[in-house]
């Protein structure tokens, strides 16, 4: 299974790099649209690990995803019209750039008709306020864990600072969610677990005897600018 979600990944991105001396490969990729003159509008950036874990395999993904509607956004709408957007950079080559400078700039477009009408503009004003960041970890293994998805849980010493304690998937998988404030904003944090007794029996049946286990750690930011 991990070898699968491993292969599609890669069809849509690049080749994965050769394995290394331990086994593990590897795979990262990152990509923006770009708008006005400071910050990319969205930025994402991935990354992932598959490496040979005890009796199993085990799959590493982190991506960030960045929106930055206060910072890069807003400024461009208030830009004149006829002011040029930034320059891409990229290792896409020149099509690639031009054509992520082209969305960019349908972007603003849309964006700039849109907050000519009074009603679009209402809802949109306190959007334009935000900036978002979601950072998720994935961790998934076929081999023998005795805790099972718990002992895959990321960052569980950084979520224990938080006062962040997920309970252990039993019968059912777990997905807990922790929300807080800050003076600019706010933060949530949502962790999953689940293990292999807890997917569908005819998917069970094609793992065989093979152990499955899955945890997940996402974190959603709103920063007010």
Do not use: Y
Not at 6 to 34: K, Y
């Amino acid at each position: 299974m991990l070898r699968r979600i491993r292969r599609r990944i890669g069809r849509l991105v690049s080749m994965p790099a050769p394995p290394t001396v331990d086994g593990a490969r590897q795979l990262a990729f990152a990509a923006e649209l770009p708008v006005g003159q400071d910050l990319p509008l969205w930025r994402v950036q991935v990354q992932m690990v598959s490496e040979p874990h005890a009796d199993g395999e085990r799959l590493r993904l982190r991506a960030h995803l960045q929106t930055n509607f206060a910072s890069a956004l807003r400024p461009a709408l208030q830009q004149d019209a006829g002011h040029a957007t930034r320059p891409a950079i990229g290792s896409d080559g020149r099509t690639a750039l031009s054509l992520a400078q082209r969305a960019g700039g349908v972007v603003q477009r849309v964006a700039a008709r849109a907050l000519d009408v009074p009603a679009l503009r209402t809802l949109a004003e306190p959007l334009l306020q935000l900036d978002l960041n979601s950072w998720v970890e994935v961790q998934a293994s076929t081999a023998s864990l005795a805790d099972g998805s718990h002992q895959l849980l990321p960052q569980q010493d950084k979520l224990a600072a938080l006062g962040i304690r997920p309970k252990r998937a039993a019968d059912q998988p777990v997905a807990e969610s922790w929300a807080g404030e800050a003076p600019d904003g706010f933060a949530q944090v949502s962790v999953l677990q689940i293990d292999k007794r807890h997917l569908p029996e005819r998917l069970r049946q094609q793992m065989g005897e093979r152990p499955f286990s899955l945890a997940a750690a996402i974190v959603n930011t709103a920063q007010q600018k």
